[in-house]
């Protein structure tokens, strides 16, 4: 059993509850659904400081803690670590909070992941100073 924690004291930056369409054969949601959500949140807050559009370029590490079930509630956290001249990486850290009746929060995934901002036309260009 892996320890129960609190969620951090401030708004995720994606909230969402898995549904049955998105299991796997074994019951747990499907690893890929996880990773597109995780790219999701990674995106919104380098959308934000980037002031505009953004692309993944490198899923530099994803450490899958424990599955995630139908009906858990599944809070994504995201936090700028590092800011390059294009690029800006991101880690995103998830957690569940399971079972209403005695809830329980649990961290279920972790990864950084690297954006690069980019123009209209698709094209590299600077991140903004802040």
Do not use: C
Not at 31 to 52: E, H, L, S, T, Y
Not at 58 to 72: K, M, T, W, Y
């Amino acid at each position: 059993m892996h320890e129960t924690v609190t969620l951090p004291d401030r708004n995720p930056v994606l909230r969402v509850m898995p549904m049955p369409a998105d299991v796997n054969q074994s019951g747990d949601i499907f690893g890929g659904w996880v990773m597109a959500q995780v790219d999701i949140a990674g995106g919104v807050a380098a959308m934000k400081r980037a002031r505009g559009r953004v692309a993944t370029v490198a899923v530099n590490s994803f450490l899958f803690r424990q599955p995630i079930s139908v009906g858990d509630v599944v809070s994504f956290y995201a936090d700028i670590v590092k800011v390059g001249r294009t690029s800006i990486t991101v880690d995103v850290q998830v957690f569940a909070e399971r079972n209403p009746a005695q809830p329980v929060v649990v961290r279920v995934t972790e990864a950084i992941v690297t954006y690069v901002a980019l123009n209209k036309d698709g094209s590299k260009r600077e991140v903004p100073p802040e």
